[in-house]
Nanobody, 124 residues
Framework: QLRLVESGGGLVQPGGSLRLSCAVSGFRLDYYTIGWFRQAPGKEREGVSCISSNDGSTYYADSVKGRFTISRDYAKNTVVLQMDSLQPEDTAVYYC?????????????????WGQGTQVTVSS
C-alpha cells in the first residue's frame, strides 16, 4: 500500500527554520517525483518544491527560492524539505505528494498520491 506521511511542522518565529520530512512506504523513491505543496486558509494549494524521479533535478517556487532545500534520503525512503528564513507568509498546511512520472511536476493535478499534511505556523 502506497503511503506518504509528513512530519516536522510546528510553530516557529520569523527568521527561524523547520525541517519537514515525508516518509514514503509502498514504493521506491526513484520511481516517483515527490513534491511539496502548501495551502493557506482561503487560498489555493500551491507548489513549493519538487524533486524528479529520474535525475533528481529540483524545482522551487520563486517565493521560496534560496530559502528552502529539497532532498532525498534513499536509505530512509524519505524526502526532506529544509525551510530556512521562514516568514509569516509561509504559514500553511504543507503536503507531500507523489507523481507517477519522470521529471518536474509543479501542479497538484500532476500528482497521484498525497499525505495528510502538517501545519507550519510562522509567528512572533
Amino acid at each position: 500500500q502506497l503511503r506518504l506521511v509528513e512530519s516536522g511542522g510546528g510553530l516557529v518565529q520569523p527568521g527561524g527554520s523547520l525541517r519537514l520530512s515525508c516518509a514514503v512506504s509502498g514504493f521506491r523513491l526513484d520511481y516517483y517525483t515527490i513534491g511539496w505543496f502548501r495551502q493557506a486558509p482561503g487560498k489555493e494549494r500551491e507548489g513549493v518544491s519538487c524533486i524528479s524521479s529520474n535525475d533528481g533535478s529540483t524545482y522551487y517556487a520563486d517565493s521560496v527560492k534560496g530559502r528552502f532545500t529539497i532532498s532525498r534520503d534513499y536509505a530512509k525512503n524519505t524526502v526532506v524539505l529544509q525551510m530556512d528564513s521562514l516568514q509569516p507568509e509561509d504559514t500553511a498546511v504543507y503536503y507531500c505528494a507523489a507523481a507517477i512520472q519522470y521529471g518536474i511536476a509543479t501542479t497538484p493535478d500532476e500528482y497521484d498520491f498525497w499525505g495528510q499534511g502538517t501545519q507550519v505556523t510562522v509567528s512572533s
